[in-house]
C-alpha cells in the first residue's frame, strides 16, 4: 500500500484514496467511449452519485475534524504549514470540480468535448491532492495526531456515512486486493464482519453501479 512506516495506522485513509482513484478512472473511461451520450450515462449512473456523496464525507471530516487540529500544532512550523493549507485550498478547488461535472451533464447544448474537458481537470486535480496528501500530509498527520483525533476523525467519517454502511463499505472494497479488505473488515465486530460477507457485499455486486461492461478498470 505504501512504502513509508507510520505509528497510527493510515489503512483506512489509503484504502479511501484508493476508491477514489478507481472511481476516477471508470468516469474517465465513460467520458472517453464514443458509443454513448456519457453524459446521458454519467448521469444516471449511481456510481456517480455514491461517488460525489462519499468524497463530500471525507473531505468534510477532514475539514471540520483532521485539518483544524493539525494547523494549530504546526502552526509555529512554516513548512508543515503550507502542506496543511495546501490540503485546505485543493480541497476548496476539488469539490466546485463536482459542481462544474453536474452542470456539464446537464449541458445539452455544449456536447460531451465540454463534458471530457471538465471530467479531465477533475481527474488531474483530485490525482494531484491525493497524491499530495500522501506523500507529504499523511507524514505530519502522523507526527501529529494522537490516537484521540484520528478515533474522533474516524468517528466523524462514519457519522455522515450513517445508515449507508451496508453500501459504503462494499464501495470502498470494490475490487481492493485481499490484504486491504482482510485489514478493512477486520476492524468491524464479527456480526458487521459476517453482514458484509453474507449481505451487503453480495448486494453491491448486485448493483448496476456505472452500467454494464463499466464496472472495471485500469487506474
Not at 141 to 158: N, V
Not at 195 to 200: F, I, M, N, P, V
Request: aromatic share 6%; net charge negative; no cysteine.
Amino acid at each position: 500500500m505504501t512504502g513509508k512506516t507510520f505509528k497510527n495506522d493510515m489503512s483506512m485513509m489509503y484504502a479511501f484514496h484508493d476508491a477514489l482513484r478507481r472511481e476516477l478512472g471508470r468516469i474517465a473511461k465513460i467520458t472517453a467511449e464514443a458509443t454513448d451520450d456519457p453524459r446521458q450515462v454519467l448521469q444516471a449512473a449511481l456510481g456517480w452519485e455514491l461517488f460525489k456523496s462519499y468524497l463530500h464525507v471525507h473531505h468534510g471530516a477532514e475539514d471540520d475534524v483532521l485539518w483544524p487540529v493539525i494547523r494549530a500544532a504546526v502552526r509555529d512550523l512554516p513548512d508543515e504549514l503550507a502542506v496543511i493549507e495546501a490540503m485546505e485550498a485543493e480541497h476548496a478547488v476539488v469539490d466546485p470540480g463536482l459542481d462544474a461535472v453536474d452542470t456539464a451533464l446537464a449541458d445539452r447544448e455544449g456536447g460531451p468535448e465540454r463534458l471530457a474537458t471538465i471530467v479531465e481537470r477533475l481527474v488531474g486535480g483530485l490525482g494531484a491532492h491525493l497524491k499530495h496528501e500522501e506523500d507529504e500530509a499523511l507524514v505530519i498527520i502522523d507526527r501529529h495526531a494522537t490516537p484521540e483525533l484520528l478515533q474522533r476523525f474516524g468517528f466523524e467519517h462514519g457519522l455522515r456515512i450513517g445508515d449507508d454502511s451496508p453500501r459504503y463499505l462494499p464501495w470502498l472494497l470494490d475490487g481492493a486486493s485481499a490484504d486491504t479488505v482482510a485489514t478493512v473488515i477486520g476492524r468491524l465486530p464479527e456480526p458487521l464482519r459476517l453482514a458484509y460477507r453474507d449481505e451487503w457485499q453480495p448486494a453491491y455486486a448486485g448493483l448496476d453501479v456505472w452500467g454494464p461492461e463499466r464496472g472495471s478498470t485500469e487506474v
